[in-house]
């Protein structure tokens, strides 16, 4: 147990809906991290936030959005999804100056 | 831009040692870092080098040479648990991204 969570852990939902993941950290992290993983394939940055900003942005959608909140939990907030939206989507935290990420069980979303 | 290249697919026997490369095309980087992942799993970090050389943990160990854009993971004393996907990942110093390779299967066998 990495000390992060994620909810939900499955998500089934129809195309051009919207969905919101949510992320808590594991305590002490300012960092949290959004990565996209499809089938078979590898894990793609989406974006990363520290201490409530926004630090650093991957290939991330327009349809895709996220914040942290001063509690340092996170949301994921996918919009007009479509069937290539089906992956799993992983957060991770990090303590302040380190490089290990803490990866969390992750949302598998399907989009029907 | 960045880029990690890693094999596709190894495969070992128990008991034996495997090395999972990673070339990289960076303009600068933090360091080289390493994770496995089981099937249906999330990742997990195994491994961090900053420093030229050599990191060891357990039977786990990874090579850094900057001057080479190469690093390794070493697995030795190979079990049938090892057998996950293994990716390295750069952090971009300029834009904090984080990139991961497209990872290295192992299968372990008997």
């Known amino acids: 147990d990495s000390g992060v969570t994620q909810t939900p852990k499955h998500l089934i939902t129809a195309t051009g809906q919207r969905v919101t993941l949510r992320c808590s950290p594991r305590?002490?992290?300012?960092?949290v991290y959004w990565y996209q993983q499809s089938l078979d394939q590898g894990l793609q940055f989406l974006i990363q936030?520290?201490?409530?900003?926004?630090?650093a942005k991957g290939n991330i959608l327009e349809r895709f959005s996220a914040q942290q909140f001063p509690d340092l939990h996170s949301e994921l907030n996918l919009s007009s999804l479509e069937l290539g939206d089906s992956a799993l989507y992983f957060c991770?935290?990090?303590?302040?100056?380190?490089?290990?990420?803490?990866f969390g069980p992750g949302t598998r979303l399907l989009v029907l | 831009g960045q880029s990690l290249e890693q094999p596709s697919e190894v495969t070992a026997v128990e008991g034996a040692i495997v090395q999972i490369n990673c070339t990289y095309q960076?303009?600068?980087?933090?360091?080289l870092s390493w994770y496995q992942q089981h099937d249906g799993g999330a990742p997990t970090f195994l491994s961090y080098n900053a420093l030229d050389g050599l990191e060891e943990t357990g039977r786990f160990s990874s090579f850094l040479s900057r001057s080479d854009s190469y690093g390794y993971l070493l697995l030795q004393e190979l079990q049938m648990k090892d057998s996950a996907s293994y990716f390295c990942?750069?952090?971009?110093?300029?834009?904090?991204?984080?990139?991961f390779g497209a990872g290295t299967r192992l299968f372990v066998k008997a």
């Open positions: 960076t303009s600068g980087f933090y360091g």
């Open positions: 936030y520290y201490n409530g900003e926004e630090r």
């Open positions: 305590s002490g992290d300012l960092s």
């Open positions: 990942a750069v952090r971009d110093p300029l834009g904090f991204k984080t990139i």
């Open positions: 991770a935290s990090s303590q302040r100056g380190q490089e290990t990420q803490y």
